[in-house]
Each structure stands twice: as structure tokens, then as C-alpha cells.
């Protein structure tokens, strides 16, 4: 009967009851001693049937166990009454004393009602954080129910040079009507350089051909092959 808690209510401190320190001291007894379910409690022979929120009371128990005075029970029982805070039915043998809102202030639904309400704001928080996440899928699934694989754009591969041959190069100015003493003298001039194939300013040669077209093979260059012109230093400039 006597296991488990009870409620007090901050509204206590404006009641008056708290600042009574004897009637503050009979109240919270008094709600202690309530039974919190239908319970039946033998007295003497006869079996009571007692409610939420009723007792046995009897003014001596009261005031052992509380401390108080007779005098000062019957005097808290009276403001309590007055106060519409307890009622009281009065046999020849025995008292019930009864916690007129009980249900309102000392009922397991409060509870209850305020673990419904974190429960259900704890689904409705999973569900939105379901259907956020639904919503992201939904974008990546076709219209058959599959999963769409994750495509990666291809990086883009660096080409890599390879330098020609002097066979190529000889057979690349034939091809264009020049001599083969000139391909060979430009073929050299890059094979040579340091590092190879790069040009006069350093710079990597990425196209062989296109440097041959843009540098030797000039109208000029074909003239002077067939006139057999002196040796002298190239340059591409």
C-alpha cells in the first residue's frame, strides 16, 4: 500500500498550505497514506473497501505518526475540509478520509498522457527523418523499383608523349616534299636537347607533328634543301 511516489504540485507554494508548516506536514501525510489503487483493509472483522485516495484514520495514529498533537489533527482535518482539500465520512468504529482530487492531481494518466506525447513527437521525428531520406532515394531508383547504379565521372586521362623515331620523322617531311637531310637535322635538334624534346625555351614538345609543321617544314626550308644550303643553327622560334 505504501510502495511508490506521490505528486506534489508546484501550485502548493501559492496555496497557503506550505506556509502552515503543521497543515503542510498533515497534508503530504495524508497523501502518503492514500492508496493509489482499489485495495480492501481489514478492521477488525469487517473488510473495507477502500478507493484512490481514501484511508483508514483514526486521531491517535494520525498523531503519532505525524507528531502533531491530537488537537492539532482535528485542527488540520477542519481546514482541509473547509479548504474542499479532503472530505471525511465518520463511522462508529472507524474514519475514511478522502483526497478530493485525487484523479486530477495524483492519476497515472498524467503520466501516462505526457509519456504519449514524448512517444508520439519521438515517431513523428523518425517518420520525417524516414521519408527525408525516402525522398533522397527516390531519386536515385527507376521507375521499376531497381536501384540505379552510382555512375562516376570518368577522370580524364593526361597524354602521355611518345617521342617519334627518326624513320617517322624522315618518312613525315618526305611525305610534305622535304628532304630527308632535313628531317634528320630536326629530329636531332629535339632528340639531342636537354631534357629531350623540348624546344628552345624549355617548353615540351606535346605534338611532333604540329612542332615540325610550325618550325622546319616552311616554304624556305624546302628551297634551300634543294640548293643545298650551308649548314647553320636551327631555330623554332
Excluded at 471525511?88 to 485525487?102: A, C, G, P, R
Excluded at 525522398?135 to 617521342?163: A, L, M
Excluded at 624513320?167 to 637535322?185: M, N, P
Aim: charged residues 25%.
Amino acid at each position: 500500500m505504501y510502495a511508490g511516489y506521490v505528486k506534489l504540485w508546484r501550485k502548493s507554494l501559492n496555496s497557503g498550505i506550505l506556509q502552515n508548516h503543521k497543515l503542510w506536514v498533515f497534508w503530504t501525510w495524508c497523501l502518503l497514506k492514500a492508496t493509489h489503487k482499489p485495495t480492501k483493509q481489514m478492521i477488525g472483522f469487517q473488510k473495507i473497501d477502500l478507493k484512490p485516495g481514501q484511508f483508514i484514520f483514526g486521531i491517535n495514529a494520525a498523531s503519532i505518526e505525524t507528531g502533531l498533537s491530537p488537537r492539532s489533527v482535528r485542527t488540520c482535518v477542519k481546514a482541509l475540509k473547509n479548504d474542499n482539500q479532503i472530505d471525511k465520512q465518520t463511522t462508529n468504529k472507524f474514519s475514511i478520509i478522502s483526497i478530493v482530487k485525487w484523479e486530477t492531481y495524483q492519476s497515472r494518466n498524467n503520466q501516462d498522457d505526457n509519456q504519449t506525447v514524448s512517444q508520439a513527437t519521438s515517431k513523428r521525428q523518425a517518420s520525417d527523418n524516414k521519408q527525408e531520406c525516402k525522398n533522397i532515394r527516390i531519386n536515385n531508383i527507376y521507375s521499376d523499383g531497381s536501384e540505379k547504379p552510382k555512375v562516376s565521372k570518368p577522370k580524364k586521362e593526361k597524354k602521355v608523349f611518345i617521342p617519334p623515331t627518326q624513320d617517322e620523322v624522315v618518312q613525315y617531311f618526305k611525305g610534305k616534299g622535304y628532304s630527308s637531310e632535313l628531317a634528320i637535322r630536326a629530329f636531332e635538334y629535339y632528340n639531342i636537347a636537354d631534357p629531350p624534346w623540348t624546344d628552345s625555351k624549355g617548353n615540351e614538345v606535346k605534338g611532333w607533328k604540329q612542332k615540325m609543321n610550325g618550325v622546319w617544314l616552311k616554304p624556305e626550308n624546302k628551297e634551300r634543301t634543294q640548293q643545298q644550303p650551308q649548314r647553320k643553327e636551327w631555330s623554332d622560334d
